[in-house]
């Protein structure tokens, strides 16, 4: 039950895209296709952008989208929007009915 | 419109007991897996518990086994988190989420547990 890695932090300007990853192991990202990303603002509960890896949720905008390769998976964010400043965290399950949070990454808006 | 109401949060001492509550409408309760999540100040989240649908299966983070227990009262639309032998790192915001499709979809605005030593 290791975290997954995310970078600490990312960025990009309004208008660029931008890619977060989070590494697991074989026995969580490599292992499932259940995948999910979650955007936190300050103070506010997660919600919800992306499930089994490259699903979005009704309303979460096609600007998001989610990848994997291997062990790791990949978060998307094209033309960046100030509202998309937030803190961002992968999960994954991990078998045995368990599941795996990443230990999140501050994305800023330049 | 889906509605998770979390409850029961305070202040207790090292080695206390607190009852979480998390009061669900909106949605078909008695369907979903729901989870605990918790989120300690300025950290990241962390998965602490799930719980099936009938309530016939619970699971658990290593870290609190043995102290913590999930339940359900789909009758009731509620889950709850007993929590037991509480010890300074398991001071967080508690979330409790509905899953779907292996993923959290529905979150309660969350209740801060405060364990004081």
């Known amino acids: 039950q290791s975290a997954l890695t995310q970078p600490p932090s990312a960025s990009g300007s309004p208008g660029q895209s931008v890619t977060i990853s989070c590494t697991g192991t074989s026995s969580d990202i490599g292992g499932y296709d259940h995948v999910s990303w979650y955007q936190q603002h300050p103070g506010k509960a997660p919600k919800l952008m992306i499930y089994e890896v490259t699903k979005r949720p009704s309303g979460v905008p096609d600007r998001f989208s989610g990848s994997k390769s291997g062990n790791t998976a990949s978060l998307t964010v094209s033309g960046l929007q100030a509202e998309d400043e937030a803190d961002y965290y992968c999960?994954?399950?991990?078998?045995?009915?368990?599941?795996?949070f990443g230990g999140g990454t501050k994305l800023t808006v330049l | 419109e889906v509605q998770l109401v979390e409850s029961g949060g305070g202040l207790v001492q090292r080695e206390g007991s607190l009852r979480l509550s998390c009061a669900a409408s909106?949605?078909?309760?008695?369907?979903?897996?729901m989870t605990w999540v918790r989120q300690a100040p300025g950290k990241g989240l962390e998965w602490v518990a799930a719980i099936k649908p009938d309530g016939s299966e619970k699971y658990y983070v290593d870290s609190v086994k043995g102290r913590f227990t999930i339940s359900r009262d789909n009758a009731k639309n509620s889950l709850y988190l007993q929590m037991n032998s509480l010890r300074a790192e398991d001071t967080a915001v508690y979330y409790c989420?509905?899953?779907?499709?292996?993923?959290?979809?529905?979150w309660g605005q969350g209740t801060l547990v405060t364990v004081s030593s």
């Open positions: 989420a509905g899953m779907s499709y292996w993923a959290n979809e529905y």
């Open positions: 909106g949605f078909t309760f008695s369907s979903y897996w």
């Open positions: 999960s994954s399950y991990a078998g045995s009915n368990t599941w795996v």
